[in-house]
């Protein structure tokens, strides 16, 4: 089917950066992007859609989530990373059974979609819930089924985690018309040990060549930062280099306190930092070096991490804060741009999750397309649309999150999952883990 949207204003990509189109035109053939432009096309197409007072823009990819932590949302407030992590989640997490990770997941979703987030990148437990519920949703996600080892002394031959590492992307990786992109995952340096790594780091290098790429936590906190010197005698980026973990491409969540050569590590290997605002400011971790990452050229991308530790999923959010918490840190009110940002949450993204067919709104890429409703009283007189957007804009004012041409998400109605079903499921979850709460 071919699908018209016209009278909208959009964020449409040319010569490497974002066009405003005031009231333009974007075709739909099938799940691909056929025209971009002021013009009406000349070509015929099956269907219209008036879009007349919202933005499209590129749907929104979120690079670092744990999707069921939603279930843990609040839980452990005000504790500093580690307490939280091991006081507070742990627990919690110990006591989830495969049901309340689908609850979980669930509800991840709804929210997602319902914030203009058309794909995500996720690291938690059972990841082939999210892939089977996936099926029906119909959105894009790059999963791991995460390795750690907790036992210093733990032999690599030992570790249960690493052949379902390996099984989940030799079955899954691709699936869904290439939606679900299985990746490696290392949690953190602190959660595993020397020869579990190396021998994961030689396991999973023949896979490079099968598009392969890998998830990691890297210097989240100081503490973790320091005491990686501690233990190792080199920083994280340092350490994980010297395991091999960085021979194939890498996304890298935080690194809040990556020093200059960490960061020279990470631009060598061509890795990925992902930037956490809000998790980061609300566990106390500090300021990531973003701007100076971008100077030095690294593809900086943007996520929630869990609802756990940030409390939502809100990209509008993040993008809100890394435009002004930069420009605080370093008293610049132009350090951090407004496209700069739109473009670490869109098209730095989809590189980093290793998708070169979305990101960005032009002819030949995928239909991931998100419809922002500009006639709000926040949102008024918006004299620039893109800087409106990062400002301004809210998550309540998506109005339609769409991927691949097929609309998931509509004025609050949700076409591919249930949503009444997915907040009795959370409650049920909720209720035994957390005696009734």
Same mark, same amino acid.
């Given at each position: 089917?071919?699908?018209?949207?016209?009278?909208?204003?959009?964020?449409?990509?040319?010569?490497?950066?974002?066009?405003?189109?005031?009231?333009?035109?974007?075709?739909?053939?099938?799940?691909?992007?056929?025209?971009?432009?002021?013009?009406?096309?000349?070509?015929?197409?099956?269907?219209?859609?008036?879009?007349?007072?919202?933005?499209?823009?590129?749907?929104?990819?979120?690079?670092?989530?744990?999707?069921? =932590?939603?279930?843990?949302?609040?839980?452990?407030?005000? !504790?500093?990373?580690?307490?939280?992590?091991?006081?507070?989640?742990?627990?919690?997490?110990?006591?989830?059974? @495969?049901?309340?990770?689908?609850?979980?997941?669930?509800? #991840?979703?709804?929210?997602?979609?319902?914030?203009?987030?058309?794909? /995500?990148?996720?690291?938690?437990?059972?990841?082939? @819930?999210?892939?089977?519920?996936?099926?029906?949703?119909? =959105?894009?996600?790059?999963? @791991?089924?995460?390795?750690?080892? /907790?036992?210093? $002394?733990?032999?690599?031959?030992?570790?249960?985690?690493?052949?379902?590492?390996?099984?989940?992307?030799? *079955?899954?990786?691709?699936?869904?018309?290439?939606?679900?992109?299985?990746?490696?995952?290392?949690?953190?340096?602190?959660?595993?040990?020397?020869?579990?790594?190396?021998?994961?780091?030689?396991?999973?290098?023949?896979?490079?060549?099968?598009?392969?790429?890998?998830?990691?936590?890297?210097?989240?906190?100081?503490?973790?930062?320091?005491?990686?010197?501690?233990?190792?005698?080199?920083?994280?980026?340092?350490?994980?280099?010297?395991?091999?973990?960085?021979?194939?491409?890498?996304?890298?969540?935080?690194?809040?306190?990556?020093?200059?050569?960490?960061?020279?590590?990470?631009?060598?290997?061509?890795?990925?930092?992902?930037?956490?605002?809000?998790?980061?400011?609300?566990?106390?971790?500090? /300021?990531?070096?973003?701007?100076?990452? !971008?100077? *030095?050229?690294?593809?900086?991308?943007?996520?929630?991490?869990?609802?756990?530790?940030?409390?939502?999923?809100?990209?509008?959010?993040?993008?809100?804060?890394?435009?002004?918490?930069?420009?605080?840190?370093?008293?610049?009110?132009?350090?951090?741009?407004?496209?700069?940002?739109?473009?670490?949450?869109?098209?730095?993204? #989809?590189?980093?999750?290793?998708?070169?067919? $979305?990101?960005?709104?032009?002819?030949?890429?995928?239909?991931?397309?998100?419809?922002?409703?500009?006639?709000?009283?926040?949102?008024?007189?918006?004299?620039?649309?893109?800087?409106?957007?990062?400002?301004?804009? *809210?998550?309540?004012?998506?109005?339609? $999150?769409?991927?691949?041409?097929?609309?998931?998400?509509?004025? &609050?109605?949700?076409?591919?999952?249930?949503?009444?079903?997915?907040?009795?499921?959370?409650?049920?979850?909720?209720?035994?883990?957390? &005696?009734?709460?």
């Amino acid at each position: 089917m071919k699908l018209l949207l016209k009278n909208a204003g959009i964020l449409a990509w040319a010569d490497d950066g974002f066009r405003h189109i005031p009231e333009g035109y974007l075709g739909i053939d099938g799940d691909i992007i056929d025209y971009v432009g002021a013009e009406r096309p000349a070509a015929p197409y099956d269907a219209e859609k008036d879009l007349r007072g919202k933005l499209l823009i590129p749907g929104l990819i979120n690079c670092h989530c744990h999707a069921a =932590m939603t279930l843990l949302r609040g839980v452990g407030s005000d !504790l500093p990373l580690d307490r939280w992590l091991f006081e507070a989640m742990f627990p919690v997490e110990d006591r989830m059974k @495969t049901d309340d990770f689908i609850a979980g997941n669930e509800l #991840a979703i709804l929210e997602m979609l319902a914030s203009g987030v058309t794909s /995500f990148s996720d690291m938690y437990m059972e990841p082939q @819930t999210l892939i089977e519920l996936n099926e029906q949703v119909g =959105m894009k996600v790059n999963l @791991t089924r995460v390795v750690q080892a /907790f036992d210093p $002394t733990e032999p690599p031959e030992r570790n249960f985690r690493i052949p379902e590492s390996l099984a989940l992307f030799d *079955q899954f990786h691709g699936a869904q018309n290439g939606r679900v992109r299985v990746d490696f995952g290392v949690h953190a340096e602190y959660t595993i040990n020397d020869a579990v790594t190396r021998y994961y780091a030689d396991r999973i290098r023949p896979y490079r060549d099968r598009g392969a790429r890998v998830q990691l936590h890297l210097s989240e906190t100081k503490k973790e930062h320091e005491e990686c010197i501690a233990r190792h005698g080199m920083t994280p980026a340092a350490w994980f280099e010297a395991m091999g973990v960085f021979d194939l491409p890498a996304a890298a969540a935080h690194c809040v306190w990556c020093t200059p050569e960490d960061r020279a590590i990470l631009k060598a290997h061509g890795v990925s930092p992902i930037h956490n605002p809000t998790s980061n400011l609300k566990l106390g971790s500090g /300021f990531a070096p973003v701007p100076e990452m !971008l100077e *030095q050229g690294l593809n900086v991308a943007l996520g929630t991490d869990g609802a756990a530790s940030n409390n939502n999923l809100n990209m509008f959010e993040e993008m809100h804060l890394a435009a002004i918490a930069h420009n605080g840190r370093r008293l610049d009110a132009v350090l951090m741009p407004p496209a700069a940002v739109l473009r670490m949450a869109t098209v730095n993204g #989809a590189r980093l999750q290793g998708r070169d067919d $979305t990101g960005c709104l032009a002819v030949g890429m995928k239909a991931d397309v998100v419809a922002v409703d500009m006639d709000r009283p926040h949102l008024y007189p918006a004299f620039e649309a893109l800087p409106m957007l990062v400002y301004a804009a *809210q998550a309540s004012d998506v109005a339609m $999150t769409m991927v691949d041409g097929r609309i998931l998400y509509e004025n &609050g109605e949700y076409l591919t999952i249930d949503r009444e079903k997915a907040l009795y499921d959370a409650k049920k979850a909720v209720e035994r883990l957390y &005696g009734g709460k």
